[in-house]
């Protein structure tokens, strides 16, 4: 029995950068699978094409009725739970008898934190660096930031689980947008804790607007600061082990052991301040590219500029 494809599903950004980042980790992937005769695709839920839609028609085109769906999410957060599959559930009414396994985010995995732990030494090894090493380096790392209470708390558990046995001074946690403390926050409580050496770490996959922000707020930041040590580390990227761990997660969904985190979900618990999610009906996500969707649907988040979004998905 042949088996099915992984279909990749990327959040979406305005930055051409980390779209070719995006198509060039999907590239590695299939080179991962070809040997198993596995088609690999890609698509975006918004502001890039390919949108979804194209690519799951392209893998109906091509003769699959069950795939296995990919969210290319750092966290569970609104799109993850409930954007997909409701884009998922779209494209099973506009091609019947299409079925899909649905794989869980990537974080946290010990990948993951060995990819971070990597762009640290590399921002401590710049030729320009005052560091020596890892001693007296605090580490502030930023999340996406997020509507969803579930989803910033893993950020902080990737923060402990990187500051665990790595010889940090410290690990702190900052968010961009949707959530506090800000990376100026950030920086100054590592100050005010003492810190001078501190390498921020953004906890993004993909070049874009929200990554470009932190290195623009950590440099302002660091020229009021002179008598700190501020680096910015690099992204995750396209790399082997991103690409090993995508794999993972697509043999895990097809073998059907989901660990899904569902005990602090906003969509089944009533958390402080978004108890209305609970029970909210799943809508499929905006994305101005795909022809078929409604382009008057109220989208509501300006990504540029962080605002929450309006639609209201729910748990699968």
Known sequence: MTSPPLLIVGHGTRSTAGVAEFDQLVARVGRHLAGDGIDVGGGFIELAPPPLTEAVGDMVHAGHRHVVALPLMLAAAGHGKGDIPGAMARERVRYPGLSYAYGRPLGPHPALLSIIEQRIDTALAEPDSTATGRTDTTVLLVGRGSSDPDANAEIAKVARLLWEGRGYTGVET????????????????????????????????????????????????????????????????????????????????????????????????????????????????????????????????DHANGHPHDHQPTHP
């Open 174 to 301: 900052a968010y961009v947008s949707l959530a506090e403390p800000s990376v100026p926050a950030g920086l100054e409580r590592a100050r005010l804790l003492g810190a001078r050496r501190v390498v921020v770490a953004p906890y993004f996959l993909f070049a874009g607007v929200l990554p470009d922000r932190v290195v623009d707020q950590s440099a302002a930041y660091a020229a009021e600061h002179a008598e700190m040590d501020i680096r910015v580390a690099g992204l995750l990227g396209d790399c082997d082990e991103l690409a090993g761990l995508v794999v993972e997660r697509y043999h895990e969904a097809l073998a059907g052991d989901i660990r899904m985190n569902c005990d602090t979900c906003l969509y089944r618990i009533a958390m402080p301040g978004v108890a209305d999610r609970v029970g909210a009906p799943q809508t499929p996500h905006h994305h101005p590219d795909d022809p078929t969707h409604d382009h008057g649907h109220n989208h509501g988040h």
